[in-house]
């Protein structure tokens, strides 16, 4: 029997994917999803005192929806592991320099986007049990920084 999959993902047989598909078909019950809020089911959005973060990218769709967003958010943040596959669950914390925390979270998926006022940052994800920190300047220009945090193990 052959196999669906994709990125390398579990195999899902193609039969069972027929027969799920033809119930779903045959079914009295339709879900819609209302566009403008389409990103809101996949990501999530939260707001604090002069900072505003978006997490999410779970899925092909929710990740198209997060890169069509991103130009909104100065810090952009991507979380990996070694291989490449995309980690989310993951605790992380903005800080200024002194130490005061900004904002903190667990995030929706592999990306994080937070708009944060000019100034200095420590941005630090819990990966495998362990934190990982980036410094980062935040500038009125508008440029924005990317961020990659990788796990350590495998």
Do not use: C
Request: proline share 3%; hydrophobic share 40%.
């Amino acid at each position: 029997m052959k196999s669906l999959t994709k990125n390398g993902g579990r195999g899902f047989p193609i039969r069972l994917a027929m027969v799920a598909l033809a119930a779903a078909l045959q079914s009295s019950a339709v879900l819609a999803v209302d566009p403008e809020n389409a990103a809101k089911t996949k990501s999530e959005i939260s707001q604090g005192a002069d900072v505003s973060w978006l997490s999410g990218g779970v899925g092909d769709d929710a990740m198209s929806e997060m890169r069509a967003l991103a130009t909104a958010y100065n810090v952009q943040v991507l979380l990996t592991g070694r291989d490449g596959h995309y980690l989310a669950s993951i605790p992380f914390t903005v800080s200024r320099r002194n130490g005061q925390v900004m904002v903190s979270g667990v995030t929706e998926g592999p990306l994080l986007y937070v708009k944060l006022p000019a100034g200095r940052y420590q941005i630090a994800v819990e990966i495998d049990g362990a934190w990982q920190t980036r410094h980062v300047r935040v500038s009125d220009s508008g440029k924005t920084t990317k961020l990659h945090f990788v796990a350590k193990g495998e």
